[in-house]
């Protein structure tokens, strides 16, 4: 057996005893300068400042929590979600598989669902290539994220169109298509995925539909990135000439940077929800527009998870309530996470199986145009290891 077990046993069981009191002073830290912190204070902060990290822009004040408020009697949720089968370069066939799943719950006096699936196969030059004057792209790694991110919105107008007023639409991830470039070089690839991606938005908010995207177990550190603005002595904040890394000295917002938003927000009860921030990505400022990205943090019992809107719903407080209250309830249906999203997920996701079977059939389709298939030397040996 390759793997030594007996190691890492024992550097689990190192692993476990770190975390088991990890980062609590420094969290109650964080909590003690959210609820102390003057939001015009930080905001005049942030103008200033040139960091390295995102930085959450406070919409109203910091430390609020707001209970959910009651669901509506009727009403809609839909979700879409998506997989896919990347390029595979040790077989002669370039081709891409993107299946998206998409999940349509009516509530109320009226129930219904309905669900579905639908798959995209490309195969020809011009589907694969990403435009660009002078840069060879293909559909691969971010590209096909996006790729599949757009898709997925393109659905869900499509599925919450059909919904019972009022209704929400949900997608899994982020709404924040991080893998664009944002140099003006690069605008026509910006544009091949932003086009249709902000058309879809602008399409769901002529319906007065709201849009969320979830994220469970976010990562984020924005609002705590935003804190270590507020705590740094140096006027004006800028990270690459800190006086302190200049002298060798440890910086004095270094105790927060471990600390990730979810933690600080864990403070919520069940139901509640934070106060609103504005993500300062920097693809949202070159080509969002009206759309530009805010989030807020949501306790929704299981977990602290990140909810993502656009500033349209960001500041419609009807819509933001109902995505509130919508979500909330979905998550006590679904046991810690949106139904809706966990069938719009089972009708997206590409078993093993069914990805070996396109394979075979892609096998098939070039056998009869005389064209062989193979494999690489390498793919080969992984398939028919010998002794």
């Known amino acids: 057996m390759p793997l030594e077990l007996g190691f890492i046993s024992e550097q689990l069981e190192e692993m476990a005893r770190s975390l088991r009191g990890m980062r609590g002073p420094e969290i109650e ?23 390295s990290w995102l930085l959450a822009w406070p919409e109203n004040s910091l430390s ?27 077989i002669p066939a370039r081709f891409v598989v993107i299946n998206i799943g998409s999940a349509l719950f009516t509530y109320g006096e009226a129930p219904m669902a309905h669900l579905e699936s639908k798959s995209h196969f490309y195969f020809r030059e011009e589907e694969l290539r990403i435009p660009h004057p002078f840069k060879d792209l293909h559909l691969e790694r971010e590209f096909l994220g996006a790729r599949r991110t757009v898709l997925e919105l393109e659905a869900l107008v499509e599925v919450a169109t059909q919904g019972t007023k009022p209704v929400v639409g949900l997608q899994d991830g982020s709404l924040i298509l991080w893998g664009l470039p944002t140099t003006a070089d690069d605008i026509s690839v910006r544009d091949h995925f932003l086009r249709p991606f902000l058309g879809a938005l ?8 709201p849009v969320a995207s979830y994220l469970s177990q976010p990562q984020s550190k924005d609002v705590v990135n935003s804190l270590r603005v507020v705590i740094c002595d140096n006027e004006p904040v800028n990270c690459d000439k800190c ?9 004095i917002c270094s105790d927060l940077a471990g600390v990730l ?5 864990a403070s919520l009860k069940p139901g509640e929800r934070s106060d609103i921030y504005k993500s300062s990505s920097k693809i949202l400022r070159v080509g969002y527009g009206e759309h530009g990205v805010y989030f807020f943090y949501l306790n929704v019992g299981a977990e602290i998870i990140r909810l993502e809107v656009p500033q349209w719903v960001a500041r419609d ?4 309530n109902l995505i509130h209250a919508l979500v909330y309830d979905q998550c006590q249906r679904g046991r810690g996470y ?5 069938e719009a997920h089972e009708q997206a996701v590409i078993t093993g199986l069914e990805r070996r079977v396109v394979e075979s059939l892609v096998e098939e389709a070039l056998a009869k145009e005389g064209v062989a298939f193979f494999r690489s030397g390498k793919a080969t040996s992984k398939r028919e290891r010998g002794v």
Request: glycine share 4%; aromatic share 6%.
């Open 202 to 209: 602008r399409k769901l908010r002529a319906q007065g539909i």
């Open 29 to 51: 830290r964080a909590r003690l300068l959210l609820r102390e912190t003057d939001p015009d204070e930080l905001r005049a902060k942030i103008e200033k400042a040139k960091t």
């Open 64 to 90: 609020g929590a707001y209970p959910a408020p009651e669901p509506p009697l009727n009403f809609s949720v839909a979700a879409t979600d998506g997989s896919y089968i990347r390029p595979d370069r040790h």
């Open 243 to 251: 006086s302190y890394v200049t002298q060798r000295q440890r910086p």
């Open 261 to 265: 938003d979810r933690q600080v927000f």
């Open 338 to 342: 949106p139904s809706a999203l966990q």
């Open 317 to 320: 407080e009807e819509k933001l």
